[in-house]
């Protein structure tokens, strides 16, 4: 089991209607030890490509996202939602259905923050059906650029979005993957996911 | 002048109605070099004071605060904003008003974040009339924390919200103050600072 997994299992909660509430370290208060943990997994899984810009969306994909582009040194967009675009004139502007709000938001970039030299490191806090993720996609190719990989923290696995974005072909790494959840047992479990090396990296900002 | 001040006028963009537009290094687009930079100031400004919580408001002030709480090694919190109050239960709810959207906001955080044993430094991306900085010292007074600081990166100095904050007593350091600015010429006047010594420390994460 690894960090991650092993914090749900601490402090996340299940609630009735599939809901994993783990505002307590990730989308609410945010635990500065594992988002650091997440932003060096994400860097050790996507170790093999090259990323020169970071993109989430508002809100909670922040946290991560900024401790990634710290870590990669290079620039961290965040996507800014809307109920209306008001002007789509220096805009990317795609759509994608909110569960949370029930309804769709149009999700957007300024031009100037995403271009066809663009490697971009997606990075979101979860993946659930991937209606935000594919909005992000959809801005990066609307740009010319390139989605080197998709970086999440919790994915439930139970809904389409992972196994939509891999028959896609897209590089997803999701550090949890939920494969089940019981809120009267409280009982989580995980994908089965290989183990990384264990190694004493000193995580402190130097 | 300081990085900030020195990245304000290389970047940063007059429009008309007092309108600073930074958004390719701070609330869109996030240069993490500025950022953790600003990390830095904060620390080194604040050195004399205890913290063990970092809070702020979504979206724009995550960045900045995670990469302090990163610094400070304590947990970050971000107040939410809504419309309306679903159900105030389990939280600490104070009122903003919202120039931007033209509306007063909701702003709340879950109860178990903050307590009265939360020493508690408010990092913000903007300062103009206080509206949300006063809406989170309202939350942190609920829970019977106390405001040990309050960091922002860009005062408007014009407006209101700093000289209230610092007749209120609160100890607040803004990075950069802008004394006026007019977007007819793009000419930015910065209010004077102590100027901090220089030193060599290496920014990046170790």
Chains 1, 2 share one sequence.
Request: proline share 2%; charged share 25%.
């Amino acid at each position: 089991m690894n960090f991650l997994e092993e914090k749900i299992l601490r402090n996340g909660v299940i609630k009735q209607g599939n809901i994993l509430k783990v505002d307590s370290f990730l989308n609410h208060q945010i635990d500065v030890d594992t988002t650091r943990q997440m932003a060096y997994e994400f860097k050790r899984r996507f170790r093999d490509i090259e990323v020169n810009k970071i993109l989430t969306i508002e809100a909670s994909g922040i946290a991560i996202a900024t401790l990634v582009g710290h870590l990669y040194d290079v620039p961290v967009v965040f996507a800014k939602k809307s109920e209306t675009a008001n002007s789509t004139d220096d805009k990317y502007v795609s759509k994608a259905y909110s569960f949370t709000h029930k309804r769709h938001n149009n999700v957007f970039v300024s031009r100037p923050y995403l271009s066809a030299s663009d490697k971009v490191l997606i990075i979101d806090d979860f993946l659930a059906d991937g209606e935000a993720c594919h909005a992000l996609i959809d801005l990066v190719h609307q740009s010319g650029g390139e989605v080197a990989g998709i970086g999440i923290a919790i994915e439930k696995g139970q809904q389409k979005g992972g196994s939509t974005l891999r028959a896609e072909g897209y590089r997803l790494e999701s550090i949890a993957i939920i494969e089940s959840m019981d809120w009267e047992t409280q009982i989580i479990r995980f994908r089965e996911q290989p183990q990384p090396p264990i190694c004493n990296t000193h995580l402190k900002m130097g």
